[in-house]
């Protein structure tokens, strides 16, 4: 069964930066198109960047120009660059595939921008 690991968030001054990981472990897993995704208090969950297995990327307007996706393939992992973090970037962070499957979500983490 895949599982997918999120790890890198913290407690950040606005304008600093983080880099969030996103781990997949299990058996045969094939990335296809993953994608990074945030849930403000009292938001909906919405969906940040996007990796396609071609290298297409997708970036929300508001996180445009700010943060990046990348990935590691041999190891299975995806990252979110974040830089030039706003007190509106603060979320609970996951990864998931795009479209989003219900079994990945994980415990996501927590990206605090304040000062």
């Known amino acids: 069964q895949v599982q997918l690991a999120v790890s890198g968030g913290g407690l950040v001054q606005p304008g600093g930066s983080l880099r969030l990981s996103c781990a997949a472990s299990g058996s045969r897993f094939s990335i296809n198109e993953m994608g990074w995704y945030r849930q403000a208090p009292g938001k909906q969950r919405e969906l940040v960047a996007t990796l396609a297995s071609g290298g297409t990327t997708y970036a929300t307007n508001s996180v445009k120009g700010r943060f990046s996706i990348a990935r590691d393939n041999a190891k299975n992992m995806v990252y979110l660059q974040m830089n030039s973090l706003k007190p509106e970037d603060t979320a609970v962070y996951y990864c998931?595939?795009?479209?989003?499957?219900?079994?990945?979500w994980g415990q996501g983490t927590q990206v605090t921008v304040s000062s």
């Open positions: 998931n595939t795009r479209p989003p499957r219900s079994e990945y």
